[in-house]
């Protein structure tokens, strides 16, 4: 036969005390003794008794909880700041609910329909009266948070950079992804370079392009830049197709070129249309660098890529941070860009 669902005051009987004793217990326990404390545990634990959340946001007007909305999970960043998020949020005795919006920029650039739910789940959010939500963006965010700010106030934007936001914000930096990748081949020598890429059709792209545009000139490389179908593998195999002609050209010169894709994906499909290409070797002929960070080496690489250092982890870790620092009333906003580091592996270094 089934038992009827353990409430407040089952607890109390069982244990002997009254009910506010077991809402010390619950919440205030320090307030208990400890014999008092373990009996109430033990209550709970023989009656299966969970309290409802949901009666405390009435009476607090306010959730624990914190809410993080992240544009996609193929994206490997927001896997990383859902992590850095969660852990750092743990520390401090909260919990991180996670949506996923729907916003796939891969998808986008194939020229597939978005059915973006960011804006929605800010809703939901708000009618849960969440203790802060975290909002990990890939286009302009503004009309959803105003919408939802007098019901949610801490609020912190990931990866999308609103001048003069209302808001603290963590940035990864994009610009310096785009001149780590070209410092790099330029420290090896190298004077051509290809910078493969969609267009900009998300913020990410075009501040990834600036960044290697200001270091080609800097540095004295000359910076090509070439349009891709999509950001998958099969695309990066395409555009070899397009290349070979210019890079066996340069061979022949004696020089060395270097492509700069803008995901990973597309430089391991190139990477397995160069290995077809029994003329040219990576990288003594050709250095390959992806941008992106999405790709691990699992063993079965053909050989390991050059891409940059993915700062996801300590991105979510600081959004966490500073919906703390948000709830405080004489808060100044912060803009916090995260460094990024790029890791030579064989297709640069051999």
């Known amino acids: ?26 919440n205030n326990p320090e307030r208990l003794a400890p014999e008092t404390l373990e009996r109430v545990h033990g209550a709970i634990e023989k009656l299966g008794y969970i309290r409802s ?27 990383e700041v859902a992590r850095g998020a969660q ?4 520390e401090s005795g909260k919990r991180v609910v996670m949506s996923n919006s729907g916003y796939n920029a891969h998808d986008l650039a194939n020229g597939i329909e ?23 963006s890939m286009r302009e965010p503004s009309a959803g948070i105003e919408r939802i700010r007098n019901h949610v106030r801490p ?44 267009g900009d059709i998300v913020q990410p792209v075009g501040e990834r ?11 004295g490389v000359h910076l090509t830049e070439t ?3 999509g950001l998958s593998q099969d695309a990066g195999a395409e555009i070899i197709g397009e290349l070979l002609e210019p890079i066996r050209a340069a061979k022949a010169r004696g020089e060395r070129v270097a492509l700069l894709f803008l995901a990973d994906d597309l430089a391991i499909g190139a990477i397995r249309a160069l290995r077809a290409a029994s003329d040219l070797r990576i990288p003594d002929d050709v250095a390959i660098v992806g941008l992106d960070g999405d790709h691990r080496p699992n063993g079965n690489d ?27 009333p004489d808060h100044v906003h912060e803009r916090v860009v995260v460094p990024v580091e790029i890791h030579p592996r064989a297709t640069t270094i051999g």
Request: hydrophobic share 50%; with cysteine.
């Open 87 to 90: 852990l750092t949020a743990r």
């Open 227 to 229: 349009t891709t179908a």
């Open 209 to 219: 392009r600036r960044g290697a545009r200001e270091a080609a000139a800097r540095r």
């Open 302 to 328: 053909w050989m390991s890529m050059t891409s940059i250092i993915l700062p996801g982890y300590r991105m979510g870790a600081e959004a966490v941070r500073l919906l703390g620092v948000e709830a405080q």
């Open 114 to 136: 978005q059915h973006d739910a960011q804006d929605d789940l800010l809703g939901y959010f708000a009618e849960a009266r969440a203790g802060g939500v975290i909002v990990c």
């Open 1 to 26: 036969m089934r038992r009827g669902t353990p409430n407040i005051g089952a607890v109390a009987r069982a244990a002997g005390v009254s009910v506010g004793t077991v809402s010390n217990a619950l």
């Open 53 to 79: 959340m949901a009666g405390r946001t009435l009476i607090q007007n306010a959730s624990e909880d914190l809410g993080l909305i992240v544009p996609d999970l193929i994206n490997r960043l927001f896997v």
């Open 155 to 198: 609020i912190v934007l990931v990866n999308y950079d609103v001048p003069g936001a209302d808001w603290c914000t963590v940035l990864m930096d994009n610009e310096q992804v785009g001149r780590a990748a070209v410092d790099h081949i330029a420290d090896l020598g190298i004077r051509h370079a290809y910078f493969l890429s969609i």
